[in-house]
């Protein structure tokens, strides 16, 4: 008994070192975002606009106020948002390679914003307002409806279909349909419009600004604070949603709830940023496997941590610190991404027969 315990603390030290440890990275890479991109500004100075210190250089201020700072807050978000929605699929589906896109909110985002961009050269300007004519928020009200309207409908098939199995074929199947219609706009929009949609769908954390981040960041505690309720749910839902009925919960109320948390976050995050891939499939993967646990009670607060983390790292190498250039996030995260998400399915065609979070 005496052993058992100790073992237990020291488990339990290690993790509180782990989070220590990325907590640390957080802030590291939250400096380094700042500091570092085509021009590079000294600690002291960053420090000093951090803090509203008189006598900093107007044109390091502005760089670090309006262009920096809400970039890496962005990015941060946008990591715990997609690791968070990733979770969730992943354990509700059982499937290692579910991400938070699978339902097909990703397409319905991108047919709302090729609405919004390919629509005018279409149908001669009177489908839908260009996107330079409604404000900031355009494109983000374009993608949010279409998320929306999948969602919508997602939730609305859920409530029949039972087998989380046939709901994921579904999601795919809605996914596919409206990517068919996305490529018949392109094939008949304007090549500037095309250029001007391809841009989005690249992904990037540099085109939020604070009034937006706001609102983004808004919707994302939201979708947080949703997940915060389902811990005891997700954990049973691991040995089975028969087991989950038996401990007394409403699995149907409980599927309800996670498929418009994960929705919600990565609804938010492909309204402002476009599509950004693999995080959402690499972190929960990431978080399993350095805290040695399925339990979500630790995977929440990890995924947070370590999705802040890689999308901040993916944020830091896309500036290409030293050049003038920026390479769009999806490159980045797709160069880093796939090779997990095959050394993902290796490991599972060694070890395991089915998938066990």
Known sequence: MTNSLKSKKGIKSNRLWLFGLFLFAVLLLFLLNIMLGSVRIPFKEVWGV???????????????????????????????????SGLQMQT?????????????????????????????GFVGGLFLPAANSGGEFTLALA???????????????????????????????????????????????????????????????????????????????AGLALLLLL??????????????????????L???????????LSGAVTAFCGPIGFIGVAVPHLARNIFKTSNHKILIPAIVVIGAAVSMAASLIAQLPGSQLMLP???????FGAPFVVWVLLKRKRGAASFNV
């Open 92 to 120: 509700m589906f059982r499937n290692p390679l579910a991400d938070p896109f699978i339902l097909g909110i990703n397409s319905g985002a991108s047919l709302g914003v090729a609405l919004t961009i390919l629509g005018t």
């Open 329 to 335: 996030i999806n490159v980045v995260t797709s160069l």
């Open 254 to 264: 409980l599927r309800f709830v996670i498929l418009l948390s994960a929705s919600v």
């Open 50 to 84: 951090l803090m509203a210190r008189e006598g900093v250089r107007e044109s390091w201020e502005y760089i670090v106020r309006n262009s920096r700072l809400p970039r890496v807050l962005t990015a941060a978000l946008a990591g715990i948002a997609l690791s968070a």
């Open 143 to 221: 993608a949010s409806a279409g998320a929306g309207a999948v969602l919508a409908l997602i939730l609305l098939v859920g409530r029949w279909v039972k087998n989380p199995t046939t709901l994921l074929i579904l999601g795919l199947m809605f996914g596919h349909a409206t990517s068919a219609i996305v490529s018949i706009l392109i094939y008949f929009s304007a090549p500037e419009r095309i250029h001007a949609y391809s841009i989005w769908s690249f992904g990037s954390y540099s085109g939020v600004n604070w009034t937006q981040l706001k609102v983004m960041a808004i919707v994302i505690l």
């Open 231 to 252: 811990p005891k749910g997700l954990n049973a839902l691991l040995l089975g949603e028969d087991y989950a009925r038996t401990m007394g919960l409403n699995v149907g």
